[in-house]
T-cell receptor, first 117, second 114 residues
Framework: AQKITQTQPGMFVQEKEAVTLDCTYDTSDQSYGLFWYKQPSSGEMIFLIYQGSYDEQNATEGRYSLNFQKARKSANLVISASQLGDSAMYFCAMTPPGDNYGQNFVFGPGTRLSVLP | NAGVTQTPKFRVLKTGQSMTLLCAQDMNHEYMYWYRQDPGMGLRLIHYSVGEGTTAKGEVPDGYNVSRLKKQNFLLGLESAAPSQTSVYFC?????????????FGPGTRLTVL
């Protein structure tokens, strides 16, 4: 079974600095998808970025980028130029191959990021 | 375009009471999901549906029932609520399953069972 580990329960970063949120995963599959979601204090889950296991380039979406190291089974989220609005919980998630219905969408426990003014 | 909506946003129940959570999506998505979120445990899948009239069990289905009578709606029912069901419940939908399709989430329902 797939498992996601996020070893940082809480992180602090100064406004305008970059921050890396760690995510490691455990799978024996070669084909899978990796996702990051943001959950602000208002509670909704917001999709941020996606990385396919066979994608050769690291995914980027605006200030978000994914540092994907397949051999190390890590998919760290990098947020550049942090803003106060980035303060939130961040969840790493993955789906394995053959997850035809999305029923095996596995989430990590999350990292709470606090951006300091 | 409202995306995924959930009603109610908050609810307090007494042990043994029943209730139904409603999820609606206007994106014409085939796949819908119900999750619960508990502190330190991320999200866990309760039930899911791959189309109108279909439902299937997820990781933690006990104590819950679901129905998908219309494509846009996915209902989660608690027949006899227990304190262990105190949680935040999220509905999500996806255009398709598989490893390459993100799930879009509703705003959540905070349920407290006393």
């Amino acid at each position: 079974a797939q498992k996601i580990t996020q070893t940082q329960p809480g992180m602090f970063v100064q406004e305008k600095e970059a921050v890396t949120l760690d995510c490691t995963y455990d799978t024996s599959d070669q084909s899978y998808g990796l996702f990051w979601y943001k959950q602000p204090s208002s509670g909704e889950m917001i999709f941020l970025i996606y990385q396919g296991s066979y994608d050769e380039q690291n995914a980027t979406e605006g200030r978000y980028s994914l540092n994907f190291q397949k051999a190390r089974k890590s998919a760290n989220l990098v947020i550049s130029a942090s803003q106060l609005g980035d303060s939130a919980m961040y969840f790493c998630a993955m789906t394995p191959p053959g997850d035809n219905y999305g029923q095996n969408f596995v989430f990590g426990p999350g990292t709470r990021l606090s951006v300091l003014p | 375009n409202a995306g995924v909506t959930q009603t109610p946003k908050f609810r307090v129940l007494k042990t043994g009471q029943s209730m139904t959570l409603l999820c609606a999506q206007d994106m014409n998505h085939e796949y819908m999901y119900w999750y619960r979120q508990d502190p330190g445990m991320g999200l866990r899948l309760i039930h899911y549906s791959v189309g109108e009239g279909t439902t299937a069990k997820g990781e933690v289905p006990d104590g819950y029932n679901v129905s998908r009578l219309k494509k846009q709606n996915f209902l989660l029912g608690l027949e006899s609520a227990a304190p262990s069901q105190t949680s935040v419940y999220f509905c999500a939908s996806s255009i398709a399953g598989g490893g390459y399709n993100e799930q879009f989430f509703g705003p959540g329902t905070r349920l407290t069972v006393l």
